[in-house]
Nanobody
Framework: QVQVVESGGGLVQEGRSLRLSCTAS????????MGWFRQAPGKEREGVSC????????YYADSVKGRFTISRDNTKNTLYLQMNSLKPEDTAMYFC??????????????????????WGQGTQVTVSS
């Protein structure tokens, strides 16, 4: 049974940083793709950053490129999203997705053309101006 749990969200001021964490028990990161998605009220879900750990292919949405970094700690089976220089438009519920078969590029996973089998419940990020 795979369980995906996010943490690290909160309320921050514009320009500050947050680090989101995602634990995915039951998965070996090297064998799968993982990603971070977000959804703001009234908007469609957006792929923020996705990575195929097998190939090393990582993708960042243009809106976060240069500010967000996806990484992992294998010893803790944890995925991270370091978010710097946060903006009010980054306000959203952030979801961790795991278990994508390592066939495609990070960009393909974030495009939504293929789904991840495991999702967390989400963690809210709110950026005030």
């Amino acid at each position: 049974q795979v369980q995906v749990v996010e943490s690290g969200g909160g309320l921050v001021q514009e320009g500050r940083s947050l680090r989101l964490s995602c634990t995915a028990s039951g998965l070996t990161f090297d064998d799968y793709a993982m990603g971070w998605f977000r959804q703001a009220p009234g908007k469609e879900r957006e792929g923020v950053s996705c990575v195929n750990w097998r190939s090393g292919s990582a993708y960042y949405a243009d809106s976060v490129k240069g500010r967000f970094t996806i990484s992992r700690d294998n010893t803790k089976n944890t995925l991270y999203l370091q978010m710097n220089s946060l903006k009010p438009e980054d306000t959203a519920m952030y979801f961790c997705a795991a278990g994508g078969r390592a066939y495609y590029s990070g960009a393909y996973y974030c495009s939504g053309k293929t789904d991840f089998p495991y999702w967390g419940q989400g963690t809210q990020v709110t950026v005030s101006s």
